[in-house]
């Protein structure tokens, strides 16, 4: 089972009546998946190789859609607790660089319906 910390709709540590909230099943697999996708390759200190490639690949003059549908299919993939990508739909604008993500993944849990916006 998965299970995590909840955050918050700005990345925080969720916490009621002094508190901290768990999440499990579904909700945890799609905030994993949230953080895996706005986190920018080597943004984490402690782990340098990890993240998406933004800059290097993503928000760059030209950028091989090829190349960066399958870097988000991997990180979805990849994610514990998805068992299938059921439908994948990625817009990108360079000059503004701005990426919308919008997919269907089959969990362990149920279905998941993606969209998330990084800029």
Same mark, same amino acid.
């Not at 990890?50 to 091989?64: A, R």
């Not at 299938?84 to 990625?90: A, D, G, R, S, Y």
């Given at each position: 089972?998965?299970?995590?910390?909840?955050?918050?709709?700005?990345?925080?540590?969720?916490?009621?009546?002094?508190?901290?909230?768990?999440?499990?099943?579904?909700?945890?697999?799609?905030?994993?998946?949230?953080?895996?996708?706005?986190?920018?390759?080597?943004?984490? /200190?402690?782990?340098?190789? %990890?993240?998406? =490639?933004?800059?290097? &690949?993503?928000?760059?003059? +030209?950028? $091989?859609?090829?190349?960066?549908?399958?870097? /988000?299919?991997?990180?979805? %993939?990849?994610? =514990?607790?998805?068992? &299938?990508?059921?439908?994948? +739909?990625? $817009?990108?604008?360079?000059?503004?660089?701005?990426?919308?993500?919008?997919?269907?993944?089959?969990?362990?849990?149920?279905?998941?319906?993606?969209?998330?916006?990084?800029?």
């Amino acid at each position: 089972m998965n299970r995590d910390l909840a955050l918050d709709t700005e990345g925080d540590i969720l916490i009621q009546k002094g508190d901290l909230v768990l999440i499990s099943g579904i909700d945890a697999i799609r905030q994993h998946l949230s953080q895996k996708i706005k986190t920018f390759y080597g943004e984490w /200190f402690l782990h340098m190789a %990890i993240g998406v =490639p933004y800059f290097q &690949q993503v928000f760059v003059k +030209n950028p $091989n859609l090829q190349v960066i549908d399958s870097i /988000f299919k991997r990180e979805i %993939i990849n994610t =514990p607790g998805i068992v &299938q990508l059921l439908e994948f +739909n990625l $817009n990108i604008n360079s000059s503004t660089r701005v990426l919308n993500l919008v997919f269907k993944a089959r969990t362990d849990e149920g279905i998941i319906d993606f969209n998330e916006v990084v800029s």
